[in-house]
């Protein structure tokens, strides 16, 4: 039985508690945080404790914080000498304080709190300091995805950007998509079945392949319309700057 | 029965003899088409023919070509006095030849040549100018899909534009990613099920909601660096527009 804490009482952490505590083999003995009403959540369920009384006896903790609380807490809470894995894209290991065991445990996935995920398909990267943290690491994370990578710190960054481009900016396409629906009288979710085939096909086909419309025909008149029925000037500079890296991409290819 | 004559041979076309075919109460008679390699396709299952003969009788055609040729060929083929339907986003429907009974019939989706798709859950816009056209134009749609729609060709061009956001605009930022990933000797496809989930979770929460990021929390240090890995000037570019309309638009709202 793998034993974990988890610090943090966020959305992160909820899926975490709910993905571990669905194994046979790993469980969570304690979830501390600052905020009782975040800990409200996991009382009824699991030990819950503040930042300042830590003292269940576990294999290792999860720091599912912000980014910017990474340092401070894993000081300023008596870690010395536990594994501590924190969940961050972009922070590096080295961020965690030293005499811990510093540790990552990055899911690569959106967690929301409305909705429930399994981890099963989500990709989990891990890094350590030892070889010995890295296989209990890996046993827990084996345990919750059938996909588990060890990845250094500036490449675990690099694929955060990446994820930046395919889902924070992915979202906010949908948003502008969204809005011009409403504009227009159109039920926006009438948008979602070409939302989801524009995801599910490059399952098969590369983006680079599966790319159509009017910048990449090089259909100026498409574009120029399309220019002028929108309606706010940074909708129009984001459509005039991908349509054109779009187009010059394609253009180069013929 | 509906008989149902489609002049073009792309993706779009075989699309439609496809679902129209799998229908029990329309079938495609007549597939007509200028490329006698297109026509090749359709050849065992349906009556072919160039663009100079079209003789079938049916109770209407669906002109699945390009948007530029939409006009030419409503012309050049002798069409005169029947039920025509294009399939374009943003052509009007007065584009098509005079004398022929203008019609549109667009299916909001992308399609591939190599993906199967049902029509059941894609919404299809159409337009006519007569009530008759349109019962008829709708009873066809309603074969196909559980979404059918009278739309005008203003309105049509506004789902267009949507779709651009949506589809051509999210599937470059998938691009981009995979660049990204398969630089940093990271498998592209690991991010799959992160942009799954971003399309999937948009029925739930609507994108303006569903908003996460760097960008959305004002994480400066992380945009900084990000900018610094970025080793193509218009990634920069489309990272900082990008970036920059998101942190407006959320910082407005604190």
């Avoid at 988890?6 to 709910?18: K, S, V």
């Amino acid at each position: 039985m793998i034993r974990v804490g988890i610090i943090g009482t966020g959305n992160l952490a909820r899926h975490l508690f709910r993905g571990i505590g669905a194994t046979s083999t790993a469980r969570v003995v304690q979830v501390a945080g600052r905020d009782p009403a975040g800990l409200s959540y996991f009382e009824n369920n699991v030990a819950t404790t503040d930042l300042d009384t830590l003292t269940a006896q576990v294999d290792l903790y999860l720091l599912a914080v912000s980014d910017d609380a990474i340092p401070t807490v894993s000081t300023n809470v008596n870690l010395q000498g536990k594994l501590v894995a924190h969940c961050s894209g972009t922070v590096p290991l080295e961020a965690l304080a030293a005499g811990t065991r510093r540790a990552v445990f990055y899911p690569l996935q959106t967690f929301s709190r409305e909705r429930e995920l399994s981890f099963r398909t989500i990709p989990i990267f891990i890094e350590t300091e030892s070889s010995e943290d890295l296989e209990l690491l890996r046993s827990l994370a084996g345990l919750l995805s059938d996909t588990v990578m060890p990845l250094s710190s500036p490449k675990r960054r690099e694929v955060h950007l990446a994820a930046v481009f395919a889902n924070n900016f992915t979202n906010y396409l949908y948003g502008i998509a969204w809005e011009i629906a409403a504009d227009a009288g159109i039920e926006p979710t009438l948008l979602l079945p070409l939302i989801r085939e524009t995801a599910e096909k490059i399952k098969e086909i590369p983006p680079e392949r599966a790319q159509t419309g009017p910048a990449k025909r090089g259909d100026h008149r498409t574009m120029d319309t399309h220019l002028t029925l929108l309606k706010k000037e940074h909708h129009r500079d984001i459509y005039r700057i991908l349509s054109q890296a779009i187009y010059t991409a394609y253009a180069k290819k013929l």
